[in-house]
Structures are given as C-alpha cells and as structure tokens.
C-alpha cells in the first residue's frame, strides 16, 4: 500500500482529524466557530495530557538492568520533562526510563489512550470504527494491534486444557490472491488448499486454547504438534471423531467420546454435547469478520489475542488491567517504521 492510500479507509475530509480548513481564518462565520470549539472540546476529551495516575504507574515499575545491555549497574538519573524517572546505565552509559524497550517506548500521547483502544478491541470493535472513535488515525491503530499481537505472542504457551475437553476444528478461506483451482478454473470444494485450520479446545474450567495447524487438513502430526503440549494426560476428550485426534488419544490416554457431527446438528444448543467448542467457534468467525482485511499470516496473532479474550478474567476492565501490566512488564520494542513500511509495501 502507498503512502498516498495510507488512509484509504477513512474519508478524505482533510490532512488532520482536529485541523479545520478555517481554523486560521480570521473570519469564521458563526457556525464555523461552532464547529470548531465542538471538535477542539472532543479532540481534546479524547486526548488529555499524562495524568498523575499514570506518572505514579510508570515511576512504580521496579527497573533490575539496562534495557540495552542487561547491565545491572545502574543509578538514578532525574526525571523526564512529564516526571517520570530516568536512569543511566554505567556500563554502557545509557539513559533510560521505565518505559524505554516496552510497547509503550517513545510514546507521544498518554498510557490512558491505551485503554479506550482496548476496551473497543475485546469487545470486537474493528480498527477503523475504533479510530474514529478514539480521534485518531487508522494507521496508530493498525501499528497499536501490531503491538498487542507482540505481547500476547507467546500467551498460550502455558495454557494446559484437562479434565472434559472438547476439541473441534474450524477454517478460513486464504487470500482470493492464494486460492487453488481446478484446471477448468473452478475452485477446489470443501476443505482444501483454500482453507487454513484452526484447532479449538476449552476445558470444562472455561480455559481456552486455539492454535493454527499450518495446514488445510488436519493430520496426525500437525494435531500433535499443535496440542500435544497443552492437553493433561488421562483427559476426557470430547469431539466429533476427527482422524487425526487418535494421536492424542493414543499417546495421552485420553478417554475418548465421540459424537455424530451430523447427529448432534439436530440437537438444540443446550443438549449439544460439543456447544461449547461451537460457540467458540461462533465468537472466532465473528472477531475475524470484523477485521475483514486481516493479513493471513497473522492468522495465529489473532487466535493469540481471541484466546486472551476468551480466558479469564471475564471482566473486560480486569482484562485491560492484565494486559497492560503483561505490556509494561515484557520486553518489546516496536518501531513504527518497521511494522508501518512492511505493510505499505504489500
């Protein structure tokens, strides 16, 4: 994408999303001052300063190393301008604060904007309506998930489902650019080559686990691999008879109940044996159809993120809480230009 189309999802109504084309004009009709006094008053409510709270969060994060050489020599250096602790590293001489190698790293507008852009995405909100909501650019919050994916990357690494366990598969059409045909240019029919597949699992304690099998057809070994390590041995396994689960079942001794997925579709959802892995799957379609133009190769980011949702705590406020103390706390930088660039040139 060029830069020229870098905002080609919203409307070309001007430069900026605070700027009027009158704002300089010293004379402003009447409604033209209206306007304008009406879209500073919300720009500004959207976008307040750094308050206290967040300068008190900040200078409460214990500091161990340099976030640069790991170095553990390290003093007190003042503060920023906002009031935030800085530090200097003796032995490689860098300065730095609390923030530098986290998402939040040479931030120029308040950790508090982080939490309206949060709220909108757990609750399935797409960047674009977020965005306008939020008065900022479609481009700060396609560059924002890209960093939320990079915390959450290895969140279900510790995931273990045990006890009832249902499991089922679903799919995702590839890219039309990618899709497979027929010599006679008709496309390939049910799963295929066309389709990417994502194992799905919840236990009966509400853990959540979903994982990309890199694969269009699950097999005995991309099953495995995928959930091998996040299944507890002697499990009950529920699914729909899927081949490819009697890996699980032989190599963790997993009990083993099937049920007829053409029976069961007869059924209504509360007798459904396997409506808990449905609705999960309900939820994953709905997320991904929401964020229509998503990159396929981020297909995993999203299960990670969905996966974030789904898994306690329940309350979406405790959720932001969680996630913005898993971002402060992880070492990550983000680089604007290196996450923007790649997506420009596709």
């Known amino acids: ?30 409604s033209q001052k209206l306007i304008s006094s009406t879209i500073h008053e919300w720009y ?10 967040e300068i008190k969060l900040i200078n409460s994060i214990k500091v161990k190393c340099c976030p640069v050489c790991g170095g553990t020599d390290i003093v007190s250096n003042g503060y920023c301008r906002n009031g935030t602790r800085r530090y200097l590293c003796r032995y490689c001489d860098t300065s730095f604060n609390p923030l530098t190698n986290t998402i939040f790293e040479d931030k120029k507008i308040p950790l508090s904007e982080w939490i309206e852009y949060l709220l909108h995405l757990f609750e399935f909100h797409s960047i674009t309506s977020s965005s306008r909501d939020n008065r900022n650019s479609s481009s700060t919050g396609r560059y924002w998930l890209f960093k939320v994916f990079k915390v959450l990357e290895h969140y279900q690494d510790g995931i273990i489902l045990k006890g009832n366990i249902c499991l089922d598969e679903t ?3 590839v890219k039309p650019s990618d899709e497979f045909h027929h010599r006679d240019g008709l496309k390939l029919k049910g799963i ?21 099998e890199n694969t269009s057809k699950p097999s005995h070994k991309s099953t495995w691999t995928a959930l091998g390590k996040h299944i507890e041995e002697g499990s009950v396994l529920i699914h729909d008879g899927e081949r490819s689960h009697s890996i699980l079942i032989e190599k963790l001794h ?14 209504k959802d509360r007798d459904n044996p396997l409506d808990p892995i449905n609705e999960i799957h309900s939820l994953i379609k709905r997320f991904m159809k929401a964020h229509g133009g998503y990159d396929r190769n981020n297909l995993q980011d999203y299960m990670n993120l969905i996966s974030f949702l789904l ?10 809480d969680q996630f913005i ?15 923007m660039s790649k997506k420009e040139a596709k």
């Open 1 to 30: 994408m060029s830069k020229s189309n870098h905002h080609s999802s919203l409307p070309h109504w001007g430069n900026s999303l605070r700027i009027l084309s009158w704002d300089k004009s010293k004379d402003k009709t009447d």
């Open 44 to 53: 500004d409510a959207k976008h307040r300063s750094v308050s206290k709270e």
């Open 311 to 320: 898994n306690k705590p329940n309350n979406r406020y405790e959720k932001v």
């Open 325 to 339: 103390n898993m971002a402060l706390y992880s070492p990550i930088r983000v680089k604007y230009r290196d996450v």
């Open 171 to 173: 799919f995702f059409a």
């Open 254 to 267: 997993l009990e083993s109940k099937v049920y007829d997925s053409l029976e069961i579709r007869k059924l």
């Open 192 to 212: 295929s080559r066309n389709k990417l597949c994502v194992a799905c699992g919840k236990d009966e304690e509400g853990h959540v686990f979903l994982l990309c």
